[in-house]
């Protein structure tokens, strides 16, 4: 199945290496889902004083120079996708943020250019990632050529937005003609709130209720996706863990912004932030019933 669709996909570039891992993720989504490509460069605020004249020739060569390097690289790679630029003088995570209201999806790499060597995951990725009102895609590392291909895997927690993760997998894995892997993993201390109640009577309950919550979240998404093969792990392990893990080899890992514990009011949940931080592939992160 595929959909055309005249939402942009909308990548943030910002000239620094590794940037092209996003902007060639960015590149093969906009291909695949048929879609325009928006590249958006963040300035740097003009400097104050008396060089400031020579401040803003210097970035608007810089901007310039740096989404003309992009659109080169599109149009070597896919000359098809229709691509369009924008840059102003913002802080980047609220211009991309601005730009995703009307995306099919936002594409960022995890570190900028202002994060040390020792972030994992920059500010503006964590931020719009927060933030964005599309699915946002952080590209840390680009798919690996494992043998062992787990396709698209998606993390289940069975809550609403883990749904709208799941149906953005299996049409992610339905275009790219790859397997879905659903993984739901649980852990006594999540499931009771505590440790101690984890006798083998318990924990034998517990793990059939989360299989039954498992088989629920996917039930019927295989009528409407027929050529997606779909497997499924339900395993007692950290759910940050099982996701990383699986993610090795994937071409994407999809997760809700939120899952079923947590914080009212908190943006991002902590196994959202945890694979955005550790994944050995692109995150995807799905904010509501919209999909990707
Ligand atoms: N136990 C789990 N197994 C698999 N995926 C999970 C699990 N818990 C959460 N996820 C994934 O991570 C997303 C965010 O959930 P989480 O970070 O736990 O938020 P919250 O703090 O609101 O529960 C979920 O939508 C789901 O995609
Ligand atoms: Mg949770």
Not at 280 to 286: A, L, Q, T
Request: net charge negative.
């Amino acid at each position: 199945m595929s959909s055309t669709t005249t939402r942009p996909v909308v990548v943030g570039v910002d000239g620094q290496p590794p940037y092209d891992r996003a902007l060639d993720w960015a590149i093969a989504e906009a291909q695949r889902a048929h879609a325009p490509l928006h590249l958006v460069y963040a300035r740097m605020m003009p400097l104050r004083g008396p060089t400031v004249e020579a401040g803003f020739d210097v970035h608007t060569t810089e901007s310039d120079e740096i989404l003309g390097a992009a659109t080169d690289r599109v149009r070597a790679l896919a000359p098809s996708v229709h691509v369009t630029t924008a840059s102003a003088y913002r802080n980047a995570a609220a211009l991309l943020v601005d730009e995703s209201r009307d995306a099919t999806c936002l594409v960022v790499g995890a570190r900028g250019r202002s994060a040390l060597g020792s972030v994992l995951l920059g500010s503006t990725s964590l931020d719009v990632a927060a933030h964005a009102l599309c699915p946002v895609v952080v590209v840390r590392e680009l798919p690996q050529q494992l043998p062992d291909r787990p396709g698209v895997v998606v993390g289940s927690d069975g809550s609403g937005i883990s749904e709208a993760a799941i149906a953005a997998g299996f049409e992610q894995a339905d275009r790219l003609g790859v397997p879905l892997t659903v993984v739901h993993a649980w852990f006594l201390d999540e499931v009771t709130g505590l440790a101690a109640l984890a006798t083998e009577d318990v924990t034998h309950v517990v793990a059939q209720e989360e299989d039954a919550v498992a088989s629920a979240a996917i039930a019927g998404w295989s009528d409407k996706y027929p050529d997606v093969q779909v497997r499924q792990h339900v395993l007692r392990a950290h759910p940050v863990e099982a996701l990383v893990d699986h993610s090795r080899g994937a071409e994407l890992l999809v997760v809700g912004s939120r899952g079923r514990g947590g914080f009212t009011g908190l943006l991002l949940g902590s196994v959202s932030q945890g694979v955005l931080h550790h994944a050995h592939c692109p995150v995807m992160v799905v904010r509501s019933s919209g999909g990707a």
